[in-house]
């Protein structure tokens, strides 16, 4: 089954502690993308990347990390995690960039 | 610039009532446009792509060049239907996001 899974689903940290969302796709999917979702704001663009060890800054990099060693995985890296990173995350992929798109189930994050 | 406009944050409409989503998009070249749905705590899933011309679930969009629109449109809304929806148009290996409608069906 295609598939795009990110993990964990739901944290709660503490401010400054790093952490790191995993996301994996099965569809040997070149594109690979982060979005946040926060109420009244929509999607917003983290990172993305193209293809194994291309990645670029989407609308909202601030505070992240990402990097893209093999095809199939693609994680995000809050290397000092603030309050205003609480938000929904999710992780997406597509054949290529601008095409049917497909995301995980999403990671609810909250920074205390 | 490449942008994608959903003028309505909230849409209500009764049950069995017609429903349109609008979205408008600027874009200089053939513009292939997505409609995705997010149903409550749920992963964003595609709906409709403007190239399949298909009926996903009742929903149909069409693309008018003239209006530069790709309105998403129910004839008879039902209570499953409440989520919320969100435009996209792809554009330079990338797509560009509406703000999203929350359409709530009210019984």
């Known amino acids: 089954e295609a598939q795009v899974t990110q993990n964990p689903r739901y944290l709660i940290t503490v401010t400054g502690k790093k952490l790191t969302v995993t996301c994996s796709q099965n569809?040997?999917?070149?594109?690979m993308s982060w979005y946040r979702q926060d109420p009244g704001l929509g999607l917003r663009q983290i990172y993305y990347?193209?293809?194994?060890?291309?990645?670029d800054k989407g609308d909202v990099p601030e505070g992240y990390k990402v990097s893209r060693k093999e095809k199939r995985n693609f994680p995000l890296i809050l290397e000092s995690p603030s309050p205003n990173q609480t938000s929904l995350y999710f992780c997406?992929?597509?054949?290529?960039?601008?095409?049917?798109?497909?995301f995980g189930e999403g990671s609810w994050l909250t920074v205390v | 610039a490449q942008r994608v406009t959903q003028p309505e944050k909230l849409l209500s409409v009764f049950k069995g009532a017609p429903v349109e989503l609008k979205c408008n998009y600027s874009?200089?070249?053939?513009?292939?446009l997505f409609w995705y749905v997010q149903y409550s705590r749920q992963r964003l899933q595609l709906l409709l792509r403007?190239?399949?011309?298909?009926s996903i679930k009742g929903f149909t969009a069409d693309l008018n060049k003239g209006e530069t629109s790709f309105h998403l449109k129910k004839p008879f809304a039902q209570e499953e239907d409440s989520a919320m929806y969100y435009c996209?148009?792809?554009?330079?290996?990338?797509?560009?996001w509406g703000a999203g409608t929350k359409l709530i069906i009210k019984p």
């Open positions: 874009y200089s070249g053939s513009p292939e």
């Open positions: 569809m040997n999917h070149e594109y």
């Open positions: 990347s193209m293809n194994v060890e291309v990645t």
């Open positions: 996209a148009l792809g554009s330079n290996y990338q797509l560009i």
């Open positions: 997406a992929s597509s054949y290529r960039g601008g095409n049917t798109i497909y």
């Open positions: 403007h190239i399949s011309r298909e």
